[in-house]
Each structure stands twice: as C-alpha cells, then as structure tokens.
C-alpha cells in the first residue's frame, strides 16, 4: 500500500542549560566556551505508515511521543532527519494549542479552520456540524479563556476531526473529555477510519489504543522498542510499567519475592503489601493467555489461566489457595480458592511445593485491575498473602459500563399495527401483515 507519512531518522536535540545567563556566555564565544548539556529527546526515528490506517503510539512519560507528533504536524523541526507526508494533517496536539485565549469560540473555529487550509465560505458549510459536535452551547460565543479544560477539547476536537483530514494526529486530548464524549470521539475516529483517513493516536489508554489501532509503536528513551500488533506491543508496555513500579517499591523498601529454582517456570511475584505467618510461601505466579503466554493487556471475555506456586516451609493441614482481583477503585470484582472449587489437599509436609491453575474467561469490564494471591486454612489463618500481586488491563472492542462486562444477548420483537377491521382489507391505507422479526447480537 502507498505510504501516507513516512519518518526518515529523525533526531531532536534540546540543551540544557544550568543557569539563564550561560546561553548568552556561549553564544557570545560563538560556542568555544560550551555551557550546555545535550538532551536528545529522540534518537534516528524511521518508520512508515500505510494511508487508511489508525497507528497508537504508546510509551512511558518523557519518551519523546509528544515531540515526535510535534515534529510530524510541523510545529517543531528536527534537528536531523525528514519527515514526509501526503494529503492535509490536521493536529490535535496539547491541550488549547493554536487557540486565541482572547477570541471567541466561533473565532477560534475561524482561524484554526483558515490554517488548515480553509475557505471561508467552506468553514460557513461545516460550522453548524462543528458546533452539534462540541456541544458547548452559549459558551461558543464566549472567550475561550472562559473554558474549561473539557470546553477546550471539545472544540479543539470537533475543528479537526470535521475538516475531513487526510491525516488526524491526537495526543492524549481524549484523556480530558467525560465518558460520552470519549465516546462520541471514537466513534467519529472509525469514521474518519471507514473513509480512508490515517489517524496518528498516543494515549496511555490500553483499552483506546487496541480498540481502535491495527498496529502499534512503542517509544522508551527516544527510541522506538517494539513496533507491531497493539495486543503484543501493549503487553511489552505494561511489563515495562511493572519494572518501574516494582523498583520504586525496592526502593520504598516494600517487600518483594525473589525467585526459587523449584518454581522457576512461574514469574516472581512482589507485592503492595504481604503479611502471614510464614507457614507457606507463595514463590511464583503468572497470568497466561489460551497460548500460554504470559499478558498483562487482555481483551473482556478471552479466556485466561492464573497459576500459582505455593512452598510450604511446615506440614499444615489441608491448606487453601486463592486469588482475588479487585477494580482500580478497589471493589472486589472476582475471587475464588480452592475450597469453593472443592479441591482437597489434605495434609501438606513441609518443603513440599503445590501448583494450581484456576481457569476463567476474564468477562471483566475495561479498567485495570490488581489481584491479590493468598494461602491460607480453611479456617482462614493467613499462611502467605500478596495484596497486588499482579496487575491486568482489560480492554474491549464494544463499550461497556461497570466493573463486569456480562455479555448480553439482546433481542428484539417487531408487530404491524391493529388493522382496522371497518374497512375490506384491499381498502385499508398501509396495509401490513404482522410479522416478527428477531435479532441476536452479542456484547
């Protein structure tokens, strides 16, 4: 397929400067006395993207991905590299970019629409849809620094996504707008979709970028490290995330597990909080797909496998093993062990170790989720618990509310009206023969 942005070794380099005053020293020497620190925030960049596609680029904090959607749009040049594209770009960059916080709304829309290369009486034929789409009401007619964050991004958006854009490049905008007009936007981006646009996406939304991405880059350090599938790519992102919130816990002094070589085909396990009494040990746990592949990134309803290793250091009798997974917000969504499964150890000696799988199909709804690991007797007693043991994004192709996605069937039943029984049949206006009509779709 033809190539609708192409990125050839691009490079950005900011100096750092320690004290104002040192960028006049060194440009007064004529840089022989060098004051500067060089920082590159992206380092030989090349990738292209295929016209009609929607391409998530994902990354931690301070990766470049701003800087190089900057580059891309053009409000920033390189320091090396190219960067070439075909057709109109429209940019929806950080939030209030290219807005007059002195104009007004229905200004704003004027002049943003004027530098995307609109006329003005083709700007007159879209305002109407542009106004139905912010939805911001009297507030149009108002200066913009009178808005709201929400306000900025509903006007900014509904500018760029109506020009009909050859390529529409967005950089967490999205992040500020409540849940119906998330919605409303990506509905509107599989439009542009549908139509042939090429859509540019960075967002740290896992359950955004798999839903409406065929493919996905991964930025660290400037640099691209993974370039592929979003569901694979995203995966590579939230172990990248756990490194990071695992060695922050190091460094907090939170407790973690280190590796043992009778569980060595079970990831290690840390943890937000551990307590027990030391009669058993939980060694080793991880969260596997129908391919045995360890994810962090699942789609609702796929169905999963969670194991765990359990070294018991004295015999107990007949232990029990769970898990718990709770929401974001800490509501308990799902748990079960394996009392409730009615499955019988009986008694356990003491260097011994246990496995157990416990088979789902994750019909959770998109959040993140944590899930705590526990052994323990049947009457409760905490031999070992691991509160966040693990961590697991749920994402979802359809939209759903709450913390279960419950899979409905919905059908539906359709009937004529009464007829009217004064009049012969051939006499009657809209004449219909009652029928029932019935349609399965599944959530």
């Not at 470049?64 to 749009?73: E, F, H």
């Not at 350090?221 to 190091?250: C, F, H, T, W």
């Not at 969504?333 to 499964?341: D, F, I, L, P, S």
């Not at 697991?392 to 539906?412: K, M």
Request: hydrophobic share 40%; charged share 20%; with cysteine.
């Amino acid at each position: 397929m033809t190539a609708a942005l192409r990125v050839e070794n691009v490079s950005k380099q900011y100096r750092i400067y320690t004290r104002p005053g040192d960028r006049l020293k060194e440009s007064l020497t004529r840089g022989r006395l060098r004051r500067h620190k060089e920082f590159w925030a992206l380092r030989d960049l090349s990738f292209e993207i295929e016209i009609g596609t929607t391409v998530g680029i994902v990354g931690p904090n301070g990766c470049g991905k701003s800087t190089l959607l900057q580059i891309i749009s053009g409000t920033l040049a390189p320091t090396h590299g190219d960067v070439w594209h075909e057709g109109r770009i429209a940019a929806l960059l950080e939030l209030g970019a290219g807005f007059d916080p002195e104009f007004t709304g229905v200004e704003n829309v004027y002049m943003n629409a004027s530098l995307l290369g609109l006329t003005r009486k083709e700007t007159d034929t879209l305002f109407p849809a542009i106004e139905r789409f912010a939805e911001i009401g009297p507030f149009l007619y108002q200066p913009v620094k009178t808005y709201s964050s929400g306000m900025y991004v509903r006007l900014a958006f509904a500018i760029a996504a109506s020009v009909e854009p050859d390529i529409l490049i967005i950089d967490e905008a999205l992040a500020v707008g409540d849940a119906v007009f998330q919605h409303r936007c990506l509905r509107r981006i599989n439009e542009l979709h549908e139509r042939g646009a090429t859509v540019l996406f960075v967002s740290h939304d896992a359950a955004a970028v798999r839903a409406l991405c065929s493919r996905a880059i991964l930025l660290r350090g400037g640099s691209i490290i993974a370039d592929g599938k979003p569901a694979d790519v995203l995966n590579l992102y939230q172990k990248i995330i756990m490194e990071r919130e695992q060695a922050y816990e190091a460094e907090a002094g939170v407790p973690s597990q280190q590796p043992s070589a009778a569980a060595e085909t079970l990831a290690p396990v840390s943890c937000a909080y551990r307590h027990g009494d030391g009669s058993a040990e939980i060694i080793g746990a991880e969260l596997t797909d129908a391919t045995q592949a360890r994810v962090e990134v699942v789609e609702s309803g796929e169905p999963l496998t969670l194991r765990i290793a359990v070294r018991f250091h004295r015999e107990v009798p007949d232990p029990v093993i769970g898990f718990l997974i709770r929401n974001s917000h800490g509501i308990h969504a799902y748990g079960t062990n394996t009392k409730e499964q009615q499955l019988e150890f009986g008694a356990v000696r003491g260097g011994e170790l246990v496995e157990v799988s416990f088979a789902f199909h994750c019909w959770l709804g998109v959040d993140q989720y944590t899930i705590s690991l526990a052994v323990h007797s049947r009457e409760g007693l905490a031999y070992d618990w691991l509160d966040a043991a693990l961590f697991v994004r749920v994402s979802s192709s359809t939209l759903t509310e709450g913390v279960a996605n419950l899979n409905a069937n919905v059908t539906t039943r359709q009937r004529a009206l009464p007829s009217d029984n004064s009049q012969p049949e051939s006499q009657r206006e809209g004449a219909t023969i009652a029928t029932d009509h019935e349609t399965v779709s599944y959530g």
